[in-house]
Protein backbone atom coordinates (compact mmCIF):
# COMPACT_ATOMS: atom_id res chain seq x y z
CA UNK A 1 0.00 0.00 0.00
CA UNK A 2 1.33 3.93 -0.88
CA UNK A 3 1.52 6.23 1.95
CA UNK A 4 0.79 9.78 1.22
CA UNK A 5 2.72 12.36 3.11
CA UNK A 6 3.63 16.23 2.57
CA UNK A 7 7.01 16.61 1.11
CA UNK A 8 8.31 19.43 3.88
CA UNK A 9 8.04 16.35 6.21
CA UNK A 10 11.57 15.23 4.17
CA UNK A 11 14.08 17.65 5.22
CA UNK A 12 16.35 18.70 2.37
CA UNK A 13 19.35 16.40 3.19
CA UNK A 14 16.54 13.41 3.42
CA UNK A 15 15.10 14.63 -0.23
CA UNK A 16 18.41 15.15 -1.91
CA UNK A 17 19.09 11.21 -0.53
CA UNK A 18 16.03 9.73 -1.65
CA UNK A 19 16.32 11.54 -5.05
CA UNK A 20 20.03 10.69 -5.84
CA UNK A 21 18.66 7.08 -4.56
CA UNK A 22 15.41 5.55 -5.65
CA UNK A 23 13.96 8.83 -6.37
CA UNK A 24 10.55 10.22 -4.93
CA UNK A 25 6.89 9.46 -5.78
CA UNK A 26 5.82 13.18 -6.27
CA UNK A 27 1.72 14.10 -6.58
CA UNK A 28 1.67 17.05 -9.17
CA UNK A 29 -2.13 16.94 -9.91
CA UNK A 30 -3.32 15.40 -11.59
CA UNK A 31 -0.23 13.29 -11.88
CA UNK A 32 1.94 11.44 -10.32
CA UNK A 33 5.75 11.92 -11.01
CA UNK A 34 8.94 9.77 -10.58
CA UNK A 35 11.21 11.87 -9.52
CA UNK A 36 15.19 11.32 -9.59
CA UNK A 37 18.00 13.38 -9.46
CA UNK A 38 21.69 13.67 -7.51
CA UNK A 39 22.26 17.06 -8.92
CA UNK A 40 21.77 19.37 -5.32
CA UNK A 41 19.64 22.01 -7.22
CA UNK A 42 17.21 19.84 -8.10
CA UNK A 43 16.37 18.86 -4.58
CA UNK A 44 16.56 22.63 -3.28
CA UNK A 45 14.05 23.59 -5.90
CA UNK A 46 11.63 20.64 -5.11
CA UNK A 47 12.37 21.38 -1.01
CA UNK A 48 11.15 25.30 -1.54
CA UNK A 49 8.67 24.98 -3.89
CA UNK A 50 6.76 21.47 -3.47
CA UNK A 51 6.98 21.27 0.26
CA UNK A 52 2.72 21.08 0.44
CA UNK A 53 2.85 19.08 -2.50
CA UNK A 54 2.11 14.76 -1.42
CA UNK A 55 5.22 12.23 -1.79
CA UNK A 56 4.05 8.56 -1.95
CA UNK A 57 6.02 5.77 -0.39
CA UNK A 58 5.09 1.71 -0.20
CA UNK A 59 5.66 -1.31 -2.51
CA UNK A 60 2.45 0.08 -4.45
CA UNK A 61 3.55 3.42 -5.38
CA UNK A 62 2.46 4.23 -9.13
CA UNK A 63 3.46 7.25 -11.46
CA UNK A 64 2.50 8.37 -14.90
CA UNK A 65 6.26 9.25 -15.47
CA UNK A 66 9.72 8.09 -14.63
CA UNK A 67 12.20 11.44 -15.21
CA UNK A 68 15.62 12.06 -13.74
CA UNK A 69 18.08 15.04 -14.28
CA UNK A 70 21.31 13.69 -14.31
CA UNK A 71 24.80 14.99 -14.54
CA UNK A 72 27.45 14.16 -16.76
CA UNK A 73 30.71 15.61 -17.53
CA UNK A 74 31.50 16.97 -20.96
CA UNK A 75 34.59 19.42 -22.54
CA UNK A 76 35.71 20.06 -19.05
CA UNK A 77 32.68 21.21 -17.45
CA UNK A 78 29.37 19.58 -15.92
CA UNK A 79 26.15 19.51 -17.78
CA UNK A 80 23.07 18.15 -17.37
CA UNK A 81 20.40 15.84 -19.31
CA UNK A 82 16.50 15.13 -18.88
CA UNK A 83 15.64 11.89 -19.23
CA UNK A 84 12.08 9.82 -19.00
CA UNK A 85 12.14 6.12 -18.74
CA UNK A 86 15.86 6.55 -20.22
CA UNK A 87 15.00 8.41 -22.86
CA UNK A 88 16.33 11.97 -23.53
CA UNK A 89 14.91 14.35 -25.69
CA UNK A 90 16.78 17.42 -25.03
CA UNK A 91 20.54 18.60 -25.81
CA UNK A 92 22.28 18.97 -22.30
CA UNK A 93 22.01 22.31 -20.71
CA UNK A 94 24.17 23.57 -17.66
CA UNK A 95 24.33 21.94 -14.16
CA UNK A 96 22.79 25.58 -12.67
CA UNK A 97 19.75 24.82 -14.57
CA UNK A 98 19.11 21.64 -13.86
CA UNK A 99 15.95 22.66 -11.76
CA UNK A 100 14.56 24.79 -14.49
CA UNK A 101 15.41 21.61 -17.07
CA UNK A 102 13.27 19.17 -14.62
CA UNK A 103 10.39 21.78 -14.80
CA UNK A 104 10.29 21.90 -18.91
CA UNK A 105 10.76 18.41 -18.74
CA UNK A 106 7.75 17.94 -16.87
CA UNK A 107 5.79 20.54 -19.00
CA UNK A 108 6.86 18.04 -22.38
CA UNK A 109 5.58 14.82 -20.64
CA UNK A 110 2.34 16.21 -20.13
CA UNK A 111 2.01 18.06 -23.58
CA UNK A 112 3.92 15.18 -25.70
CA UNK A 113 1.77 12.18 -23.79
CA UNK A 114 -1.15 12.99 -22.47
CA UNK A 115 -3.63 13.34 -25.36
CA UNK A 116 -7.07 12.57 -23.44
CA UNK A 117 -6.74 16.26 -23.34
CA UNK A 118 -7.13 18.85 -25.50
CA UNK A 119 -3.76 20.45 -24.43
CA UNK A 120 -3.37 24.90 -25.64
CA UNK A 121 -0.40 26.57 -25.05
CA UNK A 122 -1.58 28.90 -22.24
CA UNK A 123 -2.14 29.92 -18.95
CA UNK A 124 -5.70 29.47 -16.77
CA UNK A 125 -6.83 31.16 -14.05
CA UNK A 126 -10.18 31.10 -11.95
CA UNK A 127 -12.55 33.19 -9.80
CA UNK A 128 -16.12 32.93 -9.24
CA UNK A 129 -15.79 29.27 -10.43
CA UNK A 130 -15.29 30.92 -14.42
CA UNK A 131 -11.80 30.30 -15.95
CA UNK A 132 -9.97 33.04 -17.64
CA UNK A 133 -7.08 31.52 -20.49
CA UNK A 134 -4.43 33.87 -21.13
CA UNK A 135 -2.73 32.90 -24.56
CA UNK A 136 0.45 34.60 -25.49
CA UNK A 137 3.74 34.78 -27.32
CA UNK A 138 7.32 34.42 -25.08
CA UNK A 139 7.92 38.63 -23.87
CA UNK A 140 4.19 39.47 -23.63
CA UNK A 141 4.43 39.42 -19.67
CA UNK A 142 2.09 36.42 -19.25
CA UNK A 143 3.45 34.79 -16.42
CA UNK A 144 3.99 38.19 -14.85
CA UNK A 145 0.58 38.94 -14.88
CA UNK A 146 -0.52 35.15 -14.16
CA UNK A 147 1.50 35.08 -11.13
CA UNK A 148 -0.10 38.69 -9.71
CA UNK A 149 -3.05 37.59 -10.47
CA UNK A 150 -2.71 34.50 -7.95
CA UNK A 151 -1.13 36.36 -5.70
CA UNK A 152 -4.50 38.94 -6.02
CA UNK A 153 -6.88 35.96 -4.93
CA UNK A 154 -7.23 34.38 -8.67
CA UNK A 155 -6.64 30.69 -8.22
CA UNK A 156 -3.68 28.69 -10.55
CA UNK A 157 -4.74 25.77 -12.85
CA UNK A 158 -1.34 25.97 -14.90
CA UNK A 159 0.95 28.84 -15.84
CA UNK A 160 1.84 26.68 -19.20
CA UNK A 161 -1.21 24.73 -20.32
CA UNK A 162 -5.10 24.37 -20.57
CA UNK A 163 -5.51 20.81 -20.53
CA UNK A 164 -9.38 21.20 -21.67
CA UNK A 165 -11.87 18.34 -21.87
CA UNK A 166 -13.27 17.81 -25.09
CA UNK A 167 -15.87 16.03 -23.91
CA UNK A 168 -17.14 18.77 -21.16
CA UNK A 169 -15.39 21.88 -22.17
CA UNK A 170 -13.68 22.32 -18.58
CA UNK A 171 -9.89 22.63 -17.92
CA UNK A 172 -8.71 19.88 -15.28
CA UNK A 173 -6.04 22.19 -12.67
CA UNK A 174 -2.26 21.67 -13.19
CA UNK A 175 -0.78 23.62 -10.77
CA UNK A 176 2.78 24.11 -10.82
CA UNK A 177 5.45 26.68 -9.14
CA UNK A 178 5.25 30.09 -11.85
CA UNK A 179 8.03 30.40 -14.10
CA UNK A 180 9.27 33.93 -14.24
CA UNK A 181 11.98 35.40 -16.43
CA UNK A 182 14.66 38.10 -15.98
CA UNK A 183 12.98 41.55 -14.46
CA UNK A 184 9.77 39.63 -13.94
CA UNK A 185 11.93 38.10 -10.62
CA UNK A 186 12.54 41.04 -8.92
CA UNK A 187 8.72 42.86 -9.74
CA UNK A 188 7.22 39.80 -8.38
CA UNK A 189 9.80 38.99 -5.25
CA UNK A 190 9.05 43.02 -4.47
CA UNK A 191 4.89 42.62 -4.92
CA UNK A 192 4.88 39.56 -2.89
CA UNK A 193 7.93 39.63 -0.16
CA UNK A 194 5.42 36.29 1.50
CA UNK A 195 5.85 33.95 -1.66
CA UNK A 196 8.96 31.45 -1.45
CA UNK A 197 11.00 31.25 -5.11
CA UNK A 198 13.32 28.93 -6.05
CA UNK A 199 16.74 28.82 -6.98
CA UNK A 200 18.06 30.76 -9.97
CA UNK A 201 18.82 30.28 -13.21
CA UNK A 202 21.11 32.16 -15.24
CA UNK A 203 22.26 32.71 -18.67
CA UNK A 204 19.30 30.09 -19.98
CA UNK A 205 18.02 30.45 -23.55
CA UNK A 206 15.24 31.96 -21.72
CA UNK A 207 17.50 34.64 -19.89
CA UNK A 208 17.57 34.59 -15.49
CA UNK A 209 14.50 32.21 -14.41
CA UNK A 210 13.31 31.38 -11.12
CA UNK A 211 10.19 29.93 -10.07
CA UNK A 212 7.22 30.77 -7.97
CA UNK A 213 5.45 28.57 -5.44
CA UNK A 214 1.70 28.34 -6.13
CA UNK A 215 -0.53 29.37 -3.85
CA UNK A 216 -2.06 27.06 -0.78
CA UNK A 217 -5.36 27.46 -2.39
CA UNK A 218 -4.71 26.15 -5.74
CA UNK A 219 -3.27 23.26 -4.94
CA UNK A 220 -5.89 22.55 -2.40
CA UNK A 221 -8.45 23.04 -4.56
CA UNK A 222 -6.55 20.52 -7.72
CA UNK A 223 -9.40 18.85 -8.69
CA UNK A 224 -11.64 21.44 -9.08
CA UNK A 225 -12.03 22.01 -12.84
CA UNK A 226 -13.18 24.69 -14.18
CA UNK A 227 -15.03 26.33 -17.27
CA UNK A 228 -13.48 28.87 -19.61
CA UNK A 229 -15.43 32.52 -19.72
CA UNK A 230 -13.16 34.55 -21.15
CA UNK A 231 -9.84 34.29 -23.54
CA UNK A 232 -7.88 37.26 -22.77
CA UNK A 233 -4.74 37.73 -25.21
CA UNK A 234 -2.31 39.71 -22.87
CA UNK A 235 0.47 42.24 -23.96
CA UNK A 236 2.73 44.28 -21.60
CA UNK A 237 4.06 47.58 -22.57
CA UNK A 238 6.45 49.56 -20.68
CA UNK A 239 4.73 53.03 -20.05
CA UNK A 240 1.40 51.97 -21.86
CA UNK A 241 -1.62 53.26 -20.50
CA UNK A 242 -4.30 50.05 -20.22
CA UNK A 243 -6.70 49.33 -23.46
CA UNK A 244 -8.46 46.31 -24.07
CA UNK A 245 -10.63 45.59 -27.00
CA UNK A 246 -12.79 42.82 -28.15
CA UNK A 247 -10.52 40.18 -29.99
CA UNK A 248 -12.38 38.55 -32.88
CA UNK A 249 -14.02 35.18 -31.81
CA UNK A 250 -12.81 33.51 -35.47
CA UNK A 251 -9.12 34.93 -34.94
CA UNK A 252 -9.00 33.58 -31.30
CA UNK A 253 -9.95 30.33 -33.01
CA UNK A 254 -7.28 30.34 -35.02
CA UNK A 255 -4.67 31.32 -32.41
CA UNK A 256 -5.88 29.23 -30.13
CA UNK A 257 -5.58 26.65 -32.54
CA UNK A 258 -2.05 27.53 -33.44
CA UNK A 259 -1.18 27.45 -29.63
CA UNK A 260 -2.52 23.64 -29.35
CA UNK A 261 0.04 20.92 -28.29
CA UNK A 262 -1.53 17.89 -29.96
CA UNK A 263 -4.67 19.36 -32.25
CA UNK A 264 -3.82 17.10 -34.64
CA UNK A 265 -4.16 14.37 -32.60
CA UNK A 266 -8.01 15.11 -31.75
CA UNK A 267 -8.79 16.37 -35.53
CA UNK A 268 -12.65 17.41 -35.90
CA UNK A 269 -13.27 16.54 -32.16
CA UNK A 270 -10.35 19.06 -31.12
CA UNK A 271 -11.48 21.73 -33.05
CA UNK A 272 -15.36 21.51 -32.52
CA UNK A 273 -13.84 21.88 -28.88
CA UNK A 274 -12.18 24.66 -29.48
CA UNK A 275 -14.88 26.57 -31.57
CA UNK A 276 -17.66 26.04 -28.64
CA UNK A 277 -14.70 27.54 -25.97
CA UNK A 278 -14.70 30.37 -28.49
CA UNK A 279 -18.37 30.18 -28.92
CA UNK A 280 -18.90 30.44 -24.86
CA UNK A 281 -16.14 33.25 -23.30
CA UNK A 282 -15.85 36.52 -24.52
CA UNK A 283 -12.47 37.59 -26.44
CA UNK A 284 -10.19 40.79 -25.10
CA UNK A 285 -7.01 42.40 -26.69
CA UNK A 286 -5.43 43.45 -22.92
CA UNK A 287 -2.74 46.06 -23.42
CA UNK A 288 -0.90 47.08 -20.06
CA UNK A 289 1.88 49.15 -18.82
CA UNK A 290 1.31 48.41 -15.00
CA UNK A 291 0.36 45.23 -13.78
CA UNK A 292 -2.16 47.41 -11.11
CA UNK A 293 -4.28 48.72 -13.81
CA UNK A 294 -3.90 45.11 -15.30
CA UNK A 295 -5.57 43.53 -11.75
CA UNK A 296 -8.13 46.29 -11.55
CA UNK A 297 -8.91 45.53 -15.01
CA UNK A 298 -9.93 41.40 -14.51
CA UNK A 299 -11.65 42.26 -11.31
CA UNK A 300 -13.86 44.05 -12.81
CA UNK A 301 -13.96 41.53 -15.88
CA UNK A 302 -15.26 39.21 -12.83
CA UNK A 303 -17.42 41.48 -11.15
CA UNK A 304 -19.37 41.58 -15.05
CA UNK A 305 -22.87 38.98 -14.57
Known amino acids: MSLANRLHALTLPELAHRLAGGGIYLRVPPFVMHIQSPI ?47 FQPFTPLAIGEAFAFLEWGMNWCVTSHCHNWLT ?12 VLLPAPPGSGKSTLCAALMQHGWRLLSDEMALLDPLTGEVTPAPRPVSLKNE ?46 WVVFPQFKRGASLSALEHPRSQALVELASNSFNHHVHGSAGF ?31 AQA
Open 40 to 86: PVVAQGLHALYGHHEWLEGQDAFADFHVAVVGRRRAFKSVCLFEMDG
Open 272 to 302: EALAQLIERCACHDLEYGSLDDALEWFDALE
Open 184 to 229: SIAVMRERSPQARFGPVAHDTLKGTVAHMQVSARSLDEAHVPALPA
Open 120 to 131: VHSAVLEKGGRA
